[in-house]
């Protein structure tokens, strides 16, 4: 497969430990730039790209290769926003731009609570973040100079994220 740009609309990875704002911030984006949001927590219940359920953790164990073979013709058109807590299985070549939310422990750890977190599925949650594993994981799988981590504590943390990304989508060009 060719790794010419053949998308006239960017490619946007928004990635973060579970309740750092991912989806919230990507349906924001997608309704300000009309680029399309997929949830993949969602895409993989509705379309059973899963290998069953991890009841230790209480979600499902998505097949990573079911999930890209769904994404690959969309993500080839471009114009997508990725949102998923994970980020070292997509391509590289799919993302125009990798977005690392990043939320405060407290903060944090009051959302997860909220959600109904406890246990194990409570503290590895909290850990990722305090370790900055989504960031590394990110830097580690995607070229440094698309990977942008951006604080998302609030809701005006999430309005300028969205306004800065927005600005990003407007000024966005193809690579040759």
Request: aromatic letters at 6%.
């Amino acid at each position: 497969m060719t790794q010419d740009c053949k998308r006239n609309r960017p490619n946007i990875l928004v990635t973060g430990t579970p309740g750092t704002g991912k989806t919230t911030t990507s349906s924001a984006l997608a309704e300000s730039t009309q680029l399309r949001h997929v949830n993949i927590g969602e895409l993989v219940r509705e379309k059973n790209l899963h290998d069953g359920w991890d009841d230790e953790l209480d979600c499902h164990v998505i097949n990573e290769d079911l999930v890209c073979d769904e994404l690959e013709d969309i993500m080839e058109q471009g114009g997508i926003i990725v949102d998923y807590h994970g980020c070292d299985f997509f391509p590289e070549r799919w993302f125009d731009q990798v977005v690392v939310l990043q939320t405060d422990n407290s903060v944090l750890y009051d959302r997860l609570t909220k959600r109904g977190y406890t246990g194990s599925k409570l503290t590895n949650n909290i850990e990722c973040e305090i370790f900055q594993v989504l960031l590394e994981e990110a830097k580690e799988s995607y070229p440094e100079d698309i990977v942008v981590a951006l604080k998302s504590d609030t809701i005006e943390d999430i309005t300028r994220n969205v306004a800065t990304l927005t600005e990003w989508v407007r000024n966005w060009q193809p690579r040759s």
